[in-house]
């Protein structure tokens, strides 16, 4: 099973950008829920995560510019991105924490100078 990503695009810096994912009920509501994301030439890294009942944890890269949240109606996880920088251009995918799926194609996020 892969989780797909959805929400991605093409942003000047500065924008902002939402990004979805929808993961299997049987997993979602008892599993931490995450994003990472992958630049070119670098290895994936951990963005931020959330438990199951919301409490979130933020990595430094993109600390204080994201929001992460989950709809565990919806089995769905979030990641609101603002103040985008070219640095956060990568491919951003949603796993559980730690790394339980397959990791899907992501979605592409560009962020132009």
């Known amino acids: 099973v892969q989780l797909q990503a959805s929400g991605g695009g093409l942003v000047q810096t500065g924008g902002s950008l939402r990004l979805s994912c929808v993961a299997p009920?049987?997993?979602?509501?008892?599993?931490?829920m995450a994003w990472y994301r992958q630049s070119s030439g670098k290895q994936r890294e951990l963005v931020a995560r959330i438990t199951p009942g919301g409490s979130d944890i933020y990595e430094e890269s993109m600390k204080g510019r994201i929001t992460i949240s989950r709809d565990n109606a919806k089995n769905a996880v979030y990641l609101q991105m603002n103040s985008l920088k070219p640095e956060d251009t990568a491919v951003y995918y949603c796993?559980?924490?730690?790394?339980?799926?397959?990791w899907g194609q992501g979605t592409q996020v560009t962020v132009s100078s």
């Open positions: 009920s049987n997993i979602f509501g008892i599993s931490n």
């Open positions: 796993n559980t924490f730690p790394q339980a799926f397959f």
